[in-house]
């Protein structure tokens, strides 16, 4: 395969959320409400956050003032403006520790990187920006398209396209790499070649319009897809 390009998900292909560094995470926003007298539990917590990030991930909320706001109303809490920093301050220092790198990845992307144009491109919530300069892994990139940033979310087509131009290179020269079948779908519709990590197994069919598509390339791993390119 000739290529000049490759275009690269984040969630559940570079990296994933370590779920008992998320427990904790939470347990540690759960602390703050509490201790300020708000009567709120984990589960409620959880309930609150996950549209919130959602909403986000579209580009809904413009900050992390918003962002608490948003969360609080959830819990019918009032978002008191000592109460939010404090949420925030939090956040700021312990989020990114939620996330893990997947093994080979450190290794993979310096071997892209001396052949190819890279970019990431990940429906996100906000704040991942961050994240990515605490893994180290920004300066592999030559272009970071990020959702909540641009306001849409993959498969739009626009998500691929500023993808495109952030390297400087036609649909014809790259290759999009993800776990998700509808990731790729997106891609092919502007003439991006398929690379599919099968991690998830059947979870890769999640917002597929097609769950039968076939990629044009697919691993088990990311350390793989050098076979391939």
Known sequence: MSLKGVLID???TLAYIDENSDREYRKGLLSILTRCGKQVDLDSLNRALVPVYGES???????????WEL????????????????????????????????EGVMRVLPILKRKYMLAL????????????????ISSFFHGVILS??????????????WALRSVNLAPSDCVFVSDE???LEGAREVGIKTLLV?????????????????????????SEITKFL
Do not use: H, W
């Open 10 to 12: 984040f969630g559940d």
């Open 57 to 67: 991930s579209r580009g809904e909320v413009e900050d992390f003032n918003k962002f």
């Open 71 to 102: 969360v609080l109303m959830r819990l019918n809490v009032s978002a008191e403006p000592e109460l939010t920093r404090e949420l925030d301050a939090f956040r700021s220092q312990n989020y990114a520790t939620i996330f893990r790198l997947y």
């Open 121 to 136: 491109v990940s429906n996100c919530a906000i704040g991942l920006r961050d994240v990515i300069k605490s893994l180290d």
């Open 148 to 161: 909540y940033e641009l306001g849409v979310r993959k498969p739009d087509k626009r998500m691929y396209v």
């Open 181 to 183: 079948i509808s990731d």
């Open 198 to 222: 099968r991690r998830q197994g059947s979870l890769t069919t999640y917002e597929a319009k097609d769950p039968n598509f076939v990629p044009d390339f697919q691993c088990s791993l990311i």
